[in-house]
T-cell receptor, first 112, second 114 residues
Framework: EDQVTQSPEALRLQEGESSSLNCSYT??????LFWYRQDPGKGPEFLFT???AGEEKEKERLKATLTKKESFLHITAPKPEDSATYLC?????????????FGKGTKLSVKP | DARVTQTPRHKVTEMGQEVTMRCQPI?????VFWYRQTMMQGLELLAY????????DSGMPKDRFSAEMPDATLATLKIQPSEPRDSAVYFC????????????FGPGTRLTVL
């Protein structure tokens, strides 16, 4: 069964304490791996798309990486404003083009 | 700044009433998705359209939910009759298949059925 699993479910960090969020996927032929950020009461906001193993993308304190089985979202020296739920999703050749399979998210809290 | 818009943002209704949620996708996007989000289940895909044609609605309870795209600028999700278990946040997202699979989400409609 195609699925996306995120860990941990929740992560509490001190400001400046770097860490990583994990997204493991089992899909039949990955087309793309997506990261979204969701703030309370808002819709998911697109962050990155990764298409092939070894690819990396960065935005401010965030860096996303991709292997053949998982993706990591590295957060360097986080600030309280990085607190949010981070969602991972995958699209695959075995499914309808444009359809994403979402994980349940990692809720990140960064304390000052 | 192109965005997906959804109305209403909040809806409180009583069990048995009809609920209609509306979505305006980003201009030029050819794929529209409806999701439901709850704490327990996360994001669940309910239905999606490409070029206004329904492609998949297998995630919807067919007896009470219906989704349509009357034109390229409007997608609707209707629940009739509504039940307390339908309480959730409903998101619309749009994308352009030719531009990859990236989906852009609206702000959501928070539905409470009493």
């Amino acid at each position: 069964e195609d699925q996306v699993t995120q860990s941990p479910e929740a992560l509490r960090l001190q400001e400046g304490e770097s860490s990583s969020l994990n997204c493991s996927y089992t899909v039949s032929g990955l087309r793309g791996l997506f990261w979204y950020r969701q703030d309370p009461g808002k819709g998911p906001e697109f962050l990155f798309t990764l298409y092939s193993a070894g690819e990396e993308k960065e935005k401010e304190r965030l860096k996303a990486t991709l292997t053949k089985k998982e993706s990591f979202l590295h957060i360097t020296a986080p600030k309280p404003e990085d607190s949010a739920t981070y969602l991972c999703a995958a699209s695959h050749y075995g499914g309808s083009q444009g359809n994403l399979i979402f994980g349940k998210g990692t809720k990140l809290s960064v304390k000052p | 700044d192109a965005r997906v818009t959804q109305t209403p943002r909040h809806k409180v209704t009583e069990m048995g009433q009809e609920v209609t949620m509306r979505c305006q996708p980003i201009l030029g996007h050819n794929t529209v998705f409806w999701y439901r989000q709850t704490m327990m289940q996360g994001l669940e895909l309910l239905a999606y359209f490409r070029n206004r044609a329904p492609l998949d609605d297998s995630g919807m309870p067919k007896d009470r939910f219906s989704a349509e795209m009357p034109d390229a600028t409007l997608a609707t999700l209707k629940i009739q009759p509504s039940e307390p278990r339908d309480s959730a946040v409903y998101f619309c997202a749009s994308g352009l298949v030719a531009g990859g699979d990236t989906q852009y989400f609206g702000p959501g409609t928070r539905l409470t059925v009493l």
